[in-house]
């Protein structure tokens, strides 16, 4: 069983930044595809980003590709996702997940956190 606790998230005007946190409670992230997902009011929970197991090769979905950055740090059982060049749009509740394959059955979820951004 693996859980993952986000923070980070918060009110913020467009254009501004924030930084979201994932700390997972398994032995180890590195055997694990880890993923970014978002879900904003009235509509379906979609992907944001993930890193693909045993290293670090990201991958983003169009809407936030050159504006966010996800990474992680194994150490710390942690990943992060840096959003910049918030837009309203991007309003939505953050979740952390992972996955022990390659990113395709999304095994666990985190709790969510609601990120805000203002016009």
């Known amino acids: 069983q693996v859980r993952l606790v986000e923070s980070g998230g918060g009110l913020v005007q467009a254009g501004g930044s924030l930084r979201l946190s994932c700390a997972a409670s398994?032995?180890?992230?590195?055997?694990?595809?880890m993923g970014w997902f978002r879900q904003a009011p009235g509509k379906e929970r979609e992907f944001a980003a993930k890193i693909v197991r045993f290293g670090t090769k990201t991958y983003y979905a169009d809407s936030v590709k050159g504006r966010f950055t996800m990474s992680k740090d194994n150490a710390k059982k942690t990943i992060y996702l840096q959003m910049n060049s918030l837009k309203p749009e991007d309003t939505a509740v953050y979740y952390c997940a992972a996955d022990p394959g390659d990113g395709n059955k999304w095994t666990y979820w985190g709790q969510g956190t609601q990120v805000t951004v203002s016009s």
């Open positions: 398994a032995h180890t992230i590195s055997t694990l595809t």
